[in-house]
Every structure is written in C-alpha cells, then in structure tokens.
C-alpha cells in the first residue's frame, strides 16, 4: 500500500507528464469567446494582490493560528490588515478548508480556501478529477470541474451560513474579498459563483487568486465574467505549472484576468493580460520548463511557512 508522501509523488510526476504531453500540442479548434471585455472597476493593485497572497496563504496554518491572528503571514508585515475570523469552513471527506473573517477597520468581509496539501491524497484525488460536471442545477449550459465541484458542494452550506452571520455582524463592510492559492483558487471561483446565483450579498466583490488551475469550460468563463465578477486578478507568478491545468485540450478555459509575473528575479515584473481569460503572449507561451517549485512559493514567499 503506497503511503501519503508516495501519492504525491506519484501525482506530481502525472502531473508534469500530462502537461508536457498536451502544452505543445495544437488546439485545432480555439474556440470563440464572446466576453463582454468589460473593464475591471477596481484597477490592479499590487498592494492588494500582496494582501489577498496573505490572506490565501493564511488558509494553510492550523485553526488555532488562524483564529487566533498568529500566523506567520498573519503577522509578515505592517501591511496585513488583520482579521477577526467568524467561521472556519473545514470538510473532512475531500479535506476542504478555508475560513471567514473581517478585516478590523469593518470594511471588508474575506473568505479564503486553503489549496492543495502536498501530502493529502485527499486533495490530489480532487485535482485529478478531470471530468466535468453541472455546478447547480438548471446553470445555463457550463461546466466545471468535477473535484472542485465536489469540493466545493461538500462546505457550501457552512460558507452560506458564516457568510450570512458575518454579514449581520458587521453591517458596516463595504466589500466581499474571495481568495485562495492553487486549488483554493479554483474553489475561491466556485465560491464566487455560487454567492452571486444565491443572491447572499449584494457587497461588491474583489477577487486576487495566485496559480488557480482552470475550473470550467468556455460556458463558464463567459458567465462568471459577464455576471458575477469583473473585479477578478488571475494570478501567475513566472513558470508555475498548476495554471496549465487541466489542459485546454480537454476543454477547459481560464477566467480573466491574468497577470502574469514573468521575471522571477523581479517580482515587480508583471504584464497585465488581455481580457480573454487565454492570452497568448502571457504565460499560455510558455512551452517547456514549467516548475512546479516557483507554484510552492509565490514570489518566494512559501506556503509552508506555519
């Protein structure tokens, strides 16, 4: 029986393998995208992006931590607002975490989602579910990934409620930040998607996100970009590999939009992509050499600090 640390690697290896066979080859059919290219109201900001980065990789440290504001990137600088955290969200069965809080000047609600465990199989089985599935009944016509699907589902009935709480607790916030690194990324989107479809809040919503996978299909991006969010920063720090996943061959389509940092000497480095969620001047030109390391630690700052 292969243990914890052997999944993973096996995984790691599959994963590297997967994209190195699909990145160089041609997409026959690019398919159409119909966004409405609507400009983002809150323009990109790289004081913010290093706030979200703090919050997604507050998600990895223990409850105790979190709750507690002491963890190592709760406390990295003068530049993390603090939070009084109001829900943690935890699933055992897909090992699903993240939590809820609101900054201490009560102007903004933060939901972050934890990414993947490099030892949970857990969250590598959720990564490698390939196929696709309805995000809610009756959606018009899109889908998603299935493991994220699932994910997600199995906390959503603790995010509606911390969130509805959390909104009675502080009726002064001006603003609902969603968040999350790698496969909390992904469940970060989800999460967005489903808020707005359930009418929680009617708060303006900002979302960084940093090596997010691709969710869903072209459906889906159009919709969550015309609908739900155009307030969304896609991050991609240089050659991380997790953003190239699951293949476009399979018809899965990113969101806009991305800012790459394509200079890891230089972390102020960056290109604001175009808004089709898959410019292919940005990190979609990258052919060999992806790196799954530069995915651990965004900027150099690891995830594994707690």
Known sequence: ?????????????????????????????????????????????????????????????????IVNWTCPYCIYNSSVTPLLVTQLIDNDSTNTFGFIGITTDKKSIVISFRGTEMESLDNWITNLNFPKSEPYPGFPGALVHSGFNRAYRNVRNIVHSGLNFTLGVCPTCEKLIITGHSLGGALAIMAATDIYESQLTTLPLEMYTFGSPRVGDVAFAEYFESTVITNYWRIVYDHDLVPHLPPMQLNFYHLPTEVWFNNASDPSQHIVCNPTGEDPSCSDSLKVALNVFEHLAYFGISKDLC
């Open 1 to 65: 029986m292969f243990n914890k640390k052997v999944w993973t690697l096996v995984s790691i290896i599959f994963m590297i393998i997967t994209v190195n066979t699909v990145i160089s080859t041609k997409v026959n059919d690019q398919p159409t995208i119909k966004y409405k290219n609507v400009p983002s109201e809150i323009p990109f900001s790289m004081d913010s992006m290093f706030l979200q980065l703090m919050y997604s990789y507050t998600a990895y440290c223990i409850p105790e931590q």
